[in-house]
């Protein structure tokens, strides 16, 4: 439902932090690597979200690439991994060193992430293999608000993250939201 929020960071208090957008206040949870990237406040930022509606809350996840939302969202469909687990994996791993951990099946470097076990890793590893590959790892960069815009209707269009990351790097530089869109959906098709 709230895919992506742009607006003027207001508050960091980690793993937190609050982002005005045109007067209303969004409280936002964010993994460490998207913390320690953040600007300073009172700076324009600009923050992809996974939204989850719970029967006591409703708790928005923010994320600085595409690919840090995308593994979140895979972690989170394991079963026993709820979204405060999926952020202690993303605060204590990169994206790619998840990948790389996945494509070696190496536990040991899940364990150290604080609150993941053995049989917590073991299941992460398990369940994860053929989901979770390397090219995860690369970081989306989004150049304009037109791609971010762009990027944001073909994930509203059912594309995952990953398949909508890699058409927008096969646009033109400065192509126009429509454009944008039609190309892209071309490329998807294919």
Do not use: W
Not at 45 to 51: A, E, G, P, V
Not at 69 to 82: C, D, H, N, P, T
């Amino acid at each position: 439902m709230i895919g992506r929020l742009t607006g003027m960071l207001a508050e960091k208090n980690p793993p937190q932090v609050l982002l005005d957008c045109a007067g209303v206040g969004y409280e936002v949870d964010v993994p460490m690597s998207t913390f320690y990237n953040l600007p300073a406040l009172g700076e324009r930022i600009s923050l992809l979200t996974h939204f989850v509606v719970r029967e006591d809350a409703q708790l928005l996840y923010g994320f600085a690439t595409a690919g840090e939302r995308e593994a979140f969202r895979q972690l989170i469909k394991i079963s026993g991994v709820g979204p405060r687990t999926a952020l202690s994996v993303l605060s204590g791993m990169s994206v790619g060193d998840i990948a790389q951990a996945v494509t070696a099946q190496d536990t040991g470097r899940l364990m150290k992430v604080p609150g993941i076990g053995k049989k917590t890793a073991e299941r992460l590893l398990l369940e994860l293999k053929g989901k979770f590959g390397a090219d995860l790892g690369q970081p989306t960069t989004i150049a304009s608000d037109a791609q971010a815009d762009i990027l944001q209707a073909l994930v509203a269009l059912g594309y995952s993250d990953r398949d909508a990351a890699l058409a927008l790097k096969a646009l033109p530089a400065e192509v126009g939201v429509s454009d944008g869109i039609k190309l892209a959906l071309r490329a998807l098709a294919k």
